[in-house]
């Protein structure tokens, strides 16, 4: 079927540490996937962090930056140097943007992310 | 302009009981999500509505769940009988879709649901 897998939680990074959140995905009936990632950060809702929606490019939003790659089936989440203000729950989703699935998501379990000041 | 509103918050219902969830889009949104979120299964969704037609009413969902769009800005999501496996937070997001393009999910804060 179509799902997303992701690191598990909780992840812990020092402040300026770098980080890398793996997502892999798996598009048995999806034609065209689009990669997202979504981020909840403390006491406030969903929210779209970035997206990708052709295979071989990079999204980039607030630092974080994503690769669709279609070889390996993959869109990990990766910043240089992290903040304590990113501190937050990251989502990896799967979309279809064909037919009557356009606008479903798959998302992954989640990743909670502490960075220690 | 105002997010995806959600009420209630939080709700605690008996098992047995029916409990009704709202949401209000964000106006203009014509795509609306219903999601239940768990610790174990993660976010799973419940009904997608296109227009205001139902596009999607969540499989293994169906049985005691009713998601209805009553106008462009209003949707309510019944369970009925409530179990304690129904305990969740549930999700509502809008999205303006255009055309065939992908269109961003807003995602409103969320109804805690407690089944005892």
């Known amino acids: 079927g179509d799902s997303v897998t992701q690191t598990e939680g909780p992840v812990t990074v020092s402040e300026s540490e770098s980080l890398i959140i793996n997502c892999t995905y798996s598009a048995t009936s999806i034609a065209y996937p689009n990669l997202f990632w979504y981020v909840r950060y403390p006491g406030e809702g969903l929210q779209l962090l970035l997206k990708?929606?052709?295979?071989?490019q990079k999204g980039s939003s607030r630092g974080f930056e994503a690769t669709y790659n279609k070889e390996t089936t993959s869109f990990h989440l990766q910043k240089a140097s992290v903040q304590e203000s990113d501190s937050a729950v990251y989502y990896c989703?799967?979309?279809?943007?064909?037919?009557?699935?356009?606008?479903?998501?798959?998302f992954g379990a989640g990743t909670q992310l502490i960075v220690i000041p | 302009d105002a997010g995806v509103t959600q009420t209630p918050r939080h709700e605690v219902a008996e098992k047995g009981q029916t409990i009704i969830l709202k949401c209000e889009p964000v106006?203009?949104?014509?795509?609306l999500f219903w999601y239940r979120q768990t610790k174990i299964q993660g976010l799973e969704l419940l009904s997608y509505?296109?227009?205001?037609?139902?596009?999607?009413d969540g499989g293994a969902f169906k049985d005691r769940f009713k998601a209805e769009m009553l106008n462009s800005s209003f949707s309510t999501l019944k369970i009925q009988p409530t179990e304690p496996k129904d305990s969740a937070v549930y999700l509502c997001?809008?999205?303006?879709?255009?055309?065939?393009?992908?269109?961003?999910?807003?995602f409103g804060p969320g109804t805690r649901l407690t089944v005892l």
């Open positions: 989703a799967l979309g279809d943007r064909r037919g009557s699935a356009l606008g479903r998501l798959h």
């Open positions: 106006s203009g949104h014509n795509d």
């Open positions: 509505f296109r227009s205001k037609s139902l596009m999607e």
């Open positions: 990708v929606i052709t295979a071989g």
């Open positions: 997001a809008s999205s303006l879709r255009l055309g065939v393009n992908y269109a961003e999910q807003f």
